[in-house]
């Protein structure tokens, strides 16, 4: 079975201020993929990161990282210095080698104020 | 380059009619993929196409649901005799040969 929780329903921030969004998953398979997407507003779901599970080097991208742990299960992804801009819906998915279909956590609504 | 388009944006019909969902992958992507977004099930996988074939159809919720691809590229989600649990947006995505998938800006169906 597969499952991606994302604790966090909700999360309020000043701009500027750090925030880690949680994603713990669970999967039988050795081999998988992990994603985060971010969907603003609009409606569109963006394309964030994917990670491999033999790969468990920690990814920064600008104001943004991943740390994925297997021991652990998680996936966490932080922003540094948030922007209003940030605001969103965050998604983390977990894909199984072998199975095409993403599998999706409830997301993590966050709303970055001024 | 162009992203995924679907069409229409936002499809308002009458319970008990059929509808028609469009979706144009990123040209050269060979796998296209449907999801269901709705306020109760969170982001649901419908069907995934590999060229024009279906090897996964496991999450098409019932048989007035069914999707076809024609010509390795477009693809079309089609709901018969709608129902008002079936409003919810339905969101288009396509990858590479099973690699990231890319998703479109969605349907929004609203079933009165």
């Known amino acids: 079975a597969q499952k991606v929780t994302q604790a966090q329903t909700e999360i309020s921030v000043v701009e500027k201020e750090d925030v880690t969004l949680d994603c713990v998953y669970e999967t039988r398979d050795t081999t998988y993929y992990l994603f985060w997407y971010k969907q603003p507003p609009s409606g569109e779901l963006v394309f964030l990161i994917r990670r491999n599970s033999f790969d468990e080097q920690n990814e920064i991208s600008g104001r943004y990282s991943w740390n994925f742990q297997k021991s652990t299960s998680s996936f966490n992804f932080t922003i540094t210095a948030s922007q209003v801009v940030d605001s969103a819906v965050y998604f983390c998915?977990?894909?199984?080698?072998?199975?095409?279909?993403?599998?999706f956590g409830t997301g993590t609504r966050l709303l970055v104020s001024p | 380059g162009a992203g995924v388009s679907q069409s229409p944006s936002n499809k308002v019909t009458e319970k008990g009619k059929d509808v028609e969902l469009r979706c144009d992958p990123i040209s050269g992507h060979t796998a296209l993929y449907w999801y269901r977004q709705s306020l109760g099930q969170g982001l649901e996988f419908l069907i995934y196409f590999q060229g024009n074939s279906a090897p996964d159809k496991s999450g098409l919720p019932s048989d007035r649901f069914s999707a076809e691809r024609t010509g390795g590229s477009v693809s079309t989600l089609t709901i018969q005799r709608t129902q008002q649990e079936d409003s919810a947006v339905y969101l288009c995505?396509?990858?590479?040969?099973?690699?990231?998938?890319?998703f479109g800006p969605g349907t929004r169906l609203l079933v009165l």
């Open positions: 995505a396509s990858s590479y040969q099973g690699e990231t998938q890319y």
């Open positions: 998915a977990l894909r199984n080698t072998g199975f095409q279909k993403l599998v």
